[in-house]
């Protein structure tokens, strides 16, 4: 079997993008059902995040794979193909392997050394083979990257400092008001993202916090921890009289703020400055409330010059954590290259892939 790896991430694609390719969650057993029987997959995951949309599959023979994922890449975003294949990349064992180690570790991130993405490849895998996606290879290969994730973390200093778009945005909010504690702030979404954004601002000082939450029992289970204020979801248009920095961070398939929502608002409150941080991908907020006066709106993809600057402070120990990815990819394919391809037809020899 040979590992193939088709996808685009927040360097090869603009969030507007990377949203429309974005898969949800309640879609993936017909999204794998496909995979299977229109591309041919014998085994598949995908890693859909705000940053990246990642499809790997195991195929007996690569020849034609690669075209296959990108059309259906192409009609699941309804995307034109023309205009999509040269944001998408696509690679082969080796490198899809090496790729995958990377990702998880953290050293492909916008954010350096990111903390969330070991739990999102975690939960990927653990879709996959929820959905009976996933055989002998991608147990291994999954499991050992997850593994090789949680030794850079544990062996070298990649993961200090502000690692995570939340931590950014936490960052990017006190660059603008200096101190957060006197400011409102309404965090939207309380997932992976939103809990650690909430542990940020408890960091930085914020102590006017209110959690908005489709599930109550979560916003209040973490409102308790950070001494929040939980309010049901139907508060969101009420806080936004109130507000001083609003925070999204929902898997929402839909807008959760529009422009007449923002601008019903900010009439009511009389024009006075508002800061709306979208960590959502799909976004939560309409982009064209950015066009607002007084309405400053920021995307994941507005937070890389914050972190470019910290990009730096942190490359020695990303060289450290190249050589543990290394070292535990080399591992793999040991495995992969004795238990794997003396089971591997000599027609399906590896073929180049772009």
């Known amino acids: 079997m040979h590992v193939v790896l088709v996808g685009l991430n927040h360097r090869s694609a603009p969030v507007e993008l990377r949203e429309r390719l974005a898969f949800r969650q309640d879609h993936l057993p017909v999204v794998f059902a496909r995979l299977r029987e229109a591309i041919g997959l014998e085994e598949a995951a995908i890693l ?8 790997y599959g195991g195929v007996s023979e690569v020849n034609g794979t690669v075209e296959r994922l990108q059309r259906f890449l192409s ?37 350096l050394g990111e903390g969330e993405i070991l739990q999102q490849v975690k939960q990927a895998y653990e879709l996959a083979r929820q959905y009976g996606a996933t055989g002998k290879v991608f147990n291994v290969l999954f499991q050992r990257a997850l593994n090789a994730a949680k030794t850079v973390r544990s062996q070298t200093a990649i993961g200090h400092g502000c690692t995570s778009v939340g931590a950014v945005a936490v960052e990017l909010s006190q660059k603008i008001f200096s101190n957060l504690a006197p400011a409102t702030i309404v965090l939207v979404g309380a997932g992976k993202i939103g809990e650690l954004t909430l542990r ?10 209110r959690i908005i939450n489709r599930s109550p029992e979560r916003a ?4 308790a921890q950070y001494q929040a204020v939980p309010l049901p979801y139907e508060a969101l248009p009420t806080q936004l009289l109130e507000a001083d920095i609003v925070i999204t961070s929902t898997s929402a398939p839909h807008l959760i703020l529009t422009r007449a929502d923002v601008a019903r608002a900010m009439h009511a409150r009389h024009q006075r400055p508002l800061c709306i941080v979208d960590l959502g991908v799909p976004r939560n907020v309409e982009p064209s409330v950015d066009g607002l006066e007084n309405v400053y ?9 914050l972190v470019e600057h910290q990009h730096e402070q942190r490359l020695k120990a990303a060289h450290e954590a190249q050589a543990i990815v290394d070292q535990k990819v080399g591992h793999f394919l040991s495995w992969w290259r004795e238990e794997i391809l003396p089971c591997v037809p000599a027609s399906s020899a590896p073929a180049a892939v772009r």
């Open 220 to 223: 209040r289970a973490l409102a």
């Open 200 to 209: 940020r601002l408890a960091d930085r000082g914020a102590r006017r916090v």
């Open 297 to 305: 709106l920021f995307n994941v993809d507005d937070l890389q010059g």
């Open 75 to 111: 009609e699941h975003g309804q995307v034109e193909l023309s205009g999509l294949s040269a944001r998408l990349y696509s690679c082969q064992e080796p490198q899809s392997i090496q790729h995958l180690f990377s990702v998880a570790s953290g050293l492909d991130s916008m954010v």
């Open 48 to 55: 859909s995040t705000c940053n990246r949309v990642e499809i």
